[in-house]
């Protein structure tokens, strides 16, 4: 039989020795960064400091009357605080963009002028009801404020046009005239609510006419007729 092969054993040999040359140049090489940041921290101090050589602190318009902190001769009271604070108005009374027409539409009809005429005129139909409350002039259109409520179980719908006769406006001769309607509901809902419109017509349709009569219809049933006859106009202003 063979003898098992003796295992060699492998020395490593230490590296010898950096020389010296290498030593003292990682030193001077370490001293001159040192040197070098220590040099960059003070000329950055100095420039600093001669850039804010002209700045100076804000004075205080209380001058010497500031009192030093801790100092008080006591709490202040709840009545003083709440003294002091501002009252901010609570959002619950900010009024909605509907809100504020309806003031609007309430203050123009409390306008006392000759060239405005209050009617309060109402006309009903299966619980749909159409008033017309004033008529006045606004600039060279005459103005008709008008009103739907709807009392019904049922929405309606309205074309305030005059095609298929559905807003018919004439004056006491029998002529048609034009008219632009503005918040009038296209869609009326069953909800009991007054909504507010206005019919306008312009100056030159109606120069010489003292009366004006006024149909509406439903679209497209027909099923509601409104009729309001002699609406006076009031005294044009002068131009």
């Known amino acids: ?26 030193l001077t090489l370490a001293a001159l960064v040192l040197l070098t940041g220590v040099g960059a921290s003070v000329f950055g101090f100095q420039f600093g400091q001669s850039a804010l050589e002209d700045v100076s602190a804000p004075k205080s318009a209380l001058g010497d009357a500031r009192k030093p902190l801790g100092k008080s001769k006591g709490l202040l009271k709840e009545a003083q605080i709440l003294g002091s604070l501002t009252t901010m108005p609570d959002p619950s009374d900010t009024l909605t ?50 009103g739907l409520q709807n009392k019904s179980f049922h929405p309606a719908r ?7 006769n559905l807003l018919v406006i004439t004056d006491d001769q029998g002529k048609p005239v034009r008219t632009f309607s503005e918040g009038l509901p296209g869609e009326l809902p069953a909800d009991r609510e007054l909504y507010k419109g206005t019919i306008q017509i312009s100056a030159s349709d109606i120069d010489k006419a003292q009366a004006l009569s006024l149909s509406l219809a439903d679209y497209p049933d027909r099923e509601l007729q409104f009729l309001v006859d002699t609406i006076p106009i009031p005294p044009a202003p002068p131009r």
Do not use: C, H
């Not at 003031?103 to 409390?110: I, N, P, R, S, T």
């Not at 309205?158 to 298929?164: D, E, K, L």
């Open 97 to 146: 963009e509907d809100q504020l027409l309806e003031q609007q539409e309430d203050l123009a009809a409390e306008d006392t002028s000759e060239a405005k005429i209050r009617l309060g005129t109402a006309v009903s139909d299966e619980n749909v009801t159409f008033t017309l409350d004033s008529v006045a002039w606004r600039g060279s259109n005459l103005v008709l404020q008008v």
């Open 1 to 26: 039989m063979t003898k098992p092969a003796t295992p060699r054993l492998r020395v490593r040999r230490r590296p010898p020795p950096a020389p010296a040359s290498y030593r003292r140049r990682n």
């Open 158 to 164: 309205f074309i305030y046009s005059p095609a298929f």
